[in-house]
């Protein structure tokens, strides 16, 4: 079956530096989003993308969906202490209708 | 509060006991999703409901596990002869339909089985 995998588990920076995670699928994507769950929280959508070698941006978070749809990144430039959280991707393949989550990255920012 | 509403938000029960759990969605979305995080993952899905129609069922969901959505508003989700495997934070989640995939969660349910 579909499979969605996320690098790295765990990130600790300090508050300034920049952060990324990676999410790689083993099949094709229709579309991805990114999601955000902060400690004791539930999963909050943040942005969806589904075109090949999509770039979206929200204030200092970047998107990317790969050429090929099979992967996706997020980078956070500048972190601050309310990045804090664990951004999971979810993955969706043409007329499917569940998405498929990686287990996410988990960010903790140093002040 | 217009958004995903879950119930109850904490239960424990002992091994072999029956639980169900129930989710509102929002009120327009034609999709509902049920979803179990335990620590450390992600969300995996269990089952998805157009209208009032389960279109898919997790392969991984043991027959102890039912859902229904009979009006195609609420939702329930019933576990049998609860195992302590069983024990993780059983999420919901609605969107407005097919093409449109933002799924708004709700707090979810967390069940500690004994």
């Known amino acids: 079956g579909q499979q969605v995998m996320q690098i790295p588990q765990y990130q600790h920076v300090q508050e300034g530096e920049d952060f990324t995670t990676y999410c790689n699928s083993s099949t094709t994507l229709s579309n991805i989003q990114w999601y955000k769950q902060r400690p004791g929280g539930h999963p909050v959508f943040l942005i969806q993308?589904?075109?090949?070698?999509e770039v979206k941006k929200q204030k200092r978070l970047t998107f990317q969906f790969g050429e090929a749809k099979k992967n996706s990144s997020l980078h956070i430039t500048a972190t601050q202490t309310t990045d804090v959280g664990t951004y999971f991707c979810a993955g969706q393949v043409a007329n499917a209708g569940k998405s498929t989550f990686g287990d996410g990255t988990t960010l903790t920012v140093k002040p | 509060d217009t958004g995903v509403s879950q119930n109850p938000r904490h239960k424990i029960t002992k091994r072999g006991q029956n639980v169900t759990f129930r989710c509102d969605p929002i009120?327009?979305?034609?999709?509902l999703y049920w979803y179990r995080q335990t620590l450390g993952q992600g969300p995996e899905f269990l089952t998805y409901f157009q209208n009032e129609a389960q279109l898919e069922k997790s392969r991984l969901l043991s027959d102890r596990f039912s859902a229904e959505r009979p009006k195609g508003s609420f939702s329930t989700l019933e576990i049998q002869r609860t195992e302590q495997g069983d024990s993780a934070m059983y999420l919901c989640?609605?969107?407005?339909?097919?093409?449109?995939?933002?799924?708004?969660f709700g707090p979810g349910t967390r069940l500690l089985v004994l």
């Open positions: 993308l589904v075109k090949s070698g």
């Open positions: 009120s327009e979305h034609n999709r």
């Open positions: 989640a609605s969107s407005l339909g097919p093409g449109l995939q933002t799924q708004y």
